[in-house]
């Protein structure tokens, strides 16, 4: 097997696991949320570049009042794949003598083949809304390609929903409303993130907000522990490092306040719990810097390791120099 032929048999591979996982995500997605969220996978070789997405290959099962969706490219793409995985409510489809069709505002999905009790497979179409691009083109947004447009069919995005942004003083991509309509990020939840000092974040951030489960009762918490105003980035970050208002307060109670958001940051990466800093402190160690506690985690060195190490010093060091002299003893 040459190596073109390899990196395209692993690139297949890859692409079924993707297919997989997207397609129990989604499910597991719709289980906990009223939003249709959905998954989007792709992957390509040779340098192609996308193709039309417009048509393909659909399967589904039912689940509860919802039909699960896969649709993927047609196999006679050889060197481009993708696939999107969406549950959607079976009420919002009508029947027609070849299946069955979704219509919203952007536009509609039509899904031809074999449907038994909401369950099957085919080929599907995804037919735009000539209306709806040309309310999208008068409000300034363009590049409109296949993929972002079926992201936001697929999230219900709709003339209302642009507006809304715009009159909260956005000019949205058609990339920004991609990324909303894929993660299921509502009106609503934008106005509660503005409300709470987040008014001038992109709406790319704003996205990314909603993935990782920032809600605004997290940002008061911040901030009446005394993080006000942090940066978007960095709260993103707390989220994904599990950073709780909890471990926040501890530290404070412990006499660490008003740290360097980074540095808390960096605590959760390295495991730095409040337990472990308060073995150290107990030791009467007064002299200390918030990222002596994380060289203690990265060098595995804990409060009995300190305790010896000052029982062989005379004088009172610094966390620093203890740290050193543990690891050059």
């Given at each position: 097997m040459n190596s073109t032929n390899l990196i395209k048999t692993i690139g297949i591979i890859l692409f079924i696991a993707m297919y997989a996982i997207s397609f129990a995500q989604a499910k597991k997605?719709?289980?906990?949320?009223?939003?249709?969220?959905?998954?989007?996978?792709?992957?390509?070789?040779?340098?192609?570049?996308?193709?039309?997405?417009?048509?393909?290959?659909?399967?589904?099962?039912?689940?509860g009042n919802t039909i699960c969706l896969n649709m993927t490219s047609s196999p006679k793409v050889k060197d481009f794949k993708w696939q999107f995985s969406v549950c959607l409510p079976t009420n919002e489809f009508t029947s027609n003598s070849s299946g069955v069709s979704l219509q919203r505002e952007a536009g509609t999905l039509v899904?031809?083949?074999?449907?038994?009790?909401?369950?099957?497979?085919?080929?599907?179409?995804?037919?735009?809304?000539?209306?709806?691009?040309?309310?999208?083109?008068?409000?300034?947004?363009?590049?409109?390609?296949?993929?972002?447009?079926?992201?936001?069919?697929?999230?219900?995005?709709?003339?209302?929903?642009?507006?809304?942004l715009a009159s909260l003083g956005y000019n949205p991509t058609a990339k920004d409303l991609g990324k909303l309509a894929s993660v299921g990020t509502d009106i609503d939840y934008i106005k509660s993130i503005r409300e709470v000092g987040y008014r001038d974040m992109e709406l790319n951030m704003m996205a990314k907000f909603y993935i990782h489960g920032v809600?605004?009762?997290?940002?008061?918490?911040?901030?009446?522990?005394?993080?006000?105003?942090?940066?978007?980035?960095?709260?993103?970050?707390?989220?994904?490092?599990?950073?709780?208002?909890k471990y926040i307060n501890e530290l404070n109670r412990m006499g660490l306040k008003n740290l360097d958001p980074n540095d808390i940051k960096k605590f959760a990466v390295h495991d730095v719990s409040t337990s472990f800093i308060k073995s150290i402190l107990n030791l009467g160690i007064e002299d200390y810097r918030p990222k002596d506690f994380v060289k203690c985690k990265i060098h595995d060195i804990d409060a009995n390791d300190l305790k010896k190490a000052i029982k062989q010093n005379d004088e009172n060091l610094s966390l620093k120099d203890y740290i050193r002299y543990i690891k050059h003893s």
């Open positions: 997605d719709h289980k906990s949320s009223n939003q249709h969220h959905f998954q989007f996978s792709e992957f390509h070789w040779n340098g192609s570049s996308s193709p039309e997405m417009n048509k393909g290959f659909w399967t589904g099962v039912k689940d899904l031809n083949g074999k449907i038994s009790d909401w369950e099957g497979m085919g080929k599907f179409e995804f037919i735009r809304s000539n209306d709806f691009m040309a309310y999208l083109d008068k409000q300034g947004i363009s590049d409109v390609d296949d993929r972002i447009m079926l992201k936001m069919f697929l999230g219900n995005v709709t003339k209302a929903y642009v507006s809304e809600t605004p009762e997290y940002i008061k918490g911040l901030s009446q522990a005394g993080y006000s105003s942090v940066e978007p980035n960095m709260v993103k970050k707390f989220l994904i490092h599990d950073v709780t208002i």
